[in-house]
């Protein structure tokens, strides 16, 4: 009997390898594992219909409370790259600088491979910034410090659905960080059609027109959602062979007739030309003006998103690394990170909304931080 086909396996399968070696290699970064079934917290996956609460080891229990910062530490974050404002990183450490604090980053291109980099012992590392779907293997595989509540008082400051998310139940393990969409991304100036006003935006990906100038997201949970959506399936998380199959075709065709770019960089690659139609995250296209050459006017960029609210949003987290040798400070840039001024100035370089209850959407365009467009 064939083994079933696990839905990254998809991904890597089709799209990954119909491009080629070198873009097989980007695909297969999402590593071969399978999240974890989780029911409460041992048989199903987490789901806003299923929500998890991920148990806490006996010998893994949150710090006390009151403790004082680690002095003379470096705080180790891992991230994705140009995800976190430098000026906010300086501030912390002005803040902390009585204990003589230092922030270091280091990035990833994949969420997969750095929870795999996690899971392998090889990412020495106090935070680390995660996609909810893959909360479940490091909870569950003792990767994770539950979080000592007292530490994050500005939790307060934020929607209240992600005080307790159905992917963390009583977020014992995680804080969110951004909220998104995943959309269509495109060059006005480029593109001929208004992707927003086709039948199908997501038809765009497979023209053959802008062969070797399409791009689409290195995250297979997002990419393959795209081709569900296009097709009319709103259920991303289904298992349904005959949906995996009809995905498989279409991630064929889509390498044989566009060639896409595979990456998570459509904030710089529409600016720049190297892509003239792309998937891309809502916050993409917020910070891609900065990218475009001097001169170009910014209404070049366009942005879609199913104006009827059926398609993919998400949101990142920061969770604390059990490993992390700086547990204490690490809940203080936490809590500093929730704190309404240093969200929105992460906002200004980042593109991507932090979920506080001060924002108001409105307020977000009349003062720059979103263009009208």
């Given at each position: 009997?064939a083994r079933p086909?696990?839905?990254?396996t998809?991904?890597r399968?089709?799209?990954?390898?119909s491009?080629?070696?070198g873009?097989?290699?980007?695909?297969a970064g999402c590593?071969r594992?399978t999240?974890?079934a989780?029911?409460?917290a041992?048989?199903?996956i987490?789901?806003?219909?299923?929500?998890?609460l991920?148990?806490?080891?006996?010998?893994?229990r949150?710090?006390?409370?009151g403790?004082?910062?680690?002095?003379?530490?470096?705080l180790?974050?891992?991230?994705?790259?140009?995800y976190i404002?430098?000026?906010?990183i300086?501030a912390?450490?002005?803040?902390y600088?009585?204990?003589?604090?230092?922030?270091?980053?280091?990035t990833f291109?994949?969420?997969?491979?750095?929870?795999?980099?996690?899971?392998?012992g090889k990412?020495d590392y106090d935070?680390l910034?995660v996609?909810?779907d893959?909360l479940?293997?490091?909870a569950?595989?003792?990767?994770?410090r539950?979080?000592?509540h007292?530490?994050?008082p500005?939790?307060n400051?934020?929607?209240?659905?992600f005080?307790n998310?159905f992917?963390?139940?009583?977020?014992?393990?995680?804080?969110p960080y951004?909220?998104?969409?995943?959309?269509?991304?495109?060059?006005?100036d480029?593109v001929?059609e208004d992707?927003?006003?086709l039948?199908?935006p997501?038809?765009?990906?497979w023209?053959?027109?802008?062969r070797g100038r399409?791009?689409?997201?290195?995250?297979?949970r997002?990419?393959i959602g795209?081709?569900?959506?296009k097709?009319?399936?709103?259920?991303?998380?289904?298992t349904?062979?005959?949906?995996l199959?009809l995905?498989?075709q279409?991630l064929l065709d889509?390498?044989s007739a566009t060639?896409?770019v595979?990456?998570?960089n459509?904030?710089?690659?529409?600016?720049?030309?190297?892509?003239?139609?792309s998937m891309a995250?809502?916050?993409?296209?917020?910070a891609a003006?900065?990218?475009l050459?001097?001169?170009?006017?910014p209404?070049?960029?366009?942005?879609w998103?199913p104006l009827?609210?059926?398609g993919?949003?998400?949101n990142?987290?920061m969770?604390i690394?059990?490993?992390?040798?700086?547990?204490v400070?690490?809940?203080?840039?936490?809590?500093?990170?929730?704190?309404?001024?240093?969200?929105?100035?992460?906002l200004?370089w980042?593109g991507?909304?932090p979920?506080?209850?001060r924002?108001?959407?409105s307020?977000?365009?009349k003062q720059g931080?979103i263009p009208?467009?």
């Amino acid at each position: 009997m064939a083994r079933p086909i696990s839905r990254r396996t998809l991904l890597r399968g089709t799209l990954g390898l119909s491009l080629g070696a070198g873009t097989a290699a980007l695909i297969a970064g999402c590593g071969r594992d399978t999240p974890p079934a989780a029911g409460n917290a041992t048989s199903q996956i987490a789901s806003p219909d299923n929500p998890v609460l991920w148990p806490i080891s006996a010998d893994n229990r949150p710090i006390p409370p009151g403790l004082q910062p680690e002095r003379n530490a470096t705080l180790q974050l891992y991230n994705w790259e140009d995800y976190i404002n430098e000026e906010v990183i300086k501030a912390f450490e002005r803040k902390y600088r009585a204990y003589n604090v230092k922030v270091k980053v280091s990035t990833f291109d994949n969420a997969s491979a750095a929870v795999s980099n996690v899971r392998s012992g090889k990412a020495d590392y106090d935070i680390l910034f995660v996609t909810y779907d893959l909360l479940g293997q490091l909870a569950l595989g003792n990767h994770l410090r539950p979080l000592s509540h007292r530490y994050i008082p500005n939790i307060n400051q934020v929607w209240p659905v992600f005080q307790n998310p159905f992917y963390d139940q009583d977020w014992r393990y995680s804080v969110p960080y951004t909220v998104y969409t995943t959309g269509i991304g495109w060059r006005t100036d480029k593109v001929k059609e208004d992707v927003a006003k086709l039948a199908d935006p997501y038809e765009i990906l497979w023209n053959s027109s802008h062969r070797g100038r399409v791009g689409v997201l290195d995250e297979y949970r997002e990419t393959i959602g795209m081709v569900l959506l296009k097709n009319g399936i709103s259920n991303l998380n289904t298992t349904r062979p005959k949906h995996l199959d009809l995905v498989r075709q279409d991630l064929l065709d889509l390498a044989s007739a566009t060639r896409p770019v595979i990456d998570v960089n459509a904030y710089e690659d529409l600016p720049t030309g190297k892509t003239w139609v792309s998937m891309a995250f809502s916050g993409d296209l917020v910070a891609a003006p900065e990218y475009l050459p001097e001169g170009v006017n910014p209404e070049v960029l366009g942005y879609w998103f199913p104006l009827d609210g059926r398609g993919t949003v998400g949101n990142d987290l920061m969770t604390i690394l059990r490993s992390s040798r700086n547990p204490v400070l690490a809940h203080h840039f936490l809590n500093f990170l929730l704190d309404f001024d240093m969200a929105m100035l992460n906002l200004e370089w980042n593109g991507f909304q932090p979920p506080l209850v001060r924002i108001d959407p409105s307020v977000l365009v009349k003062q720059g931080y979103i263009p009208p467009t």
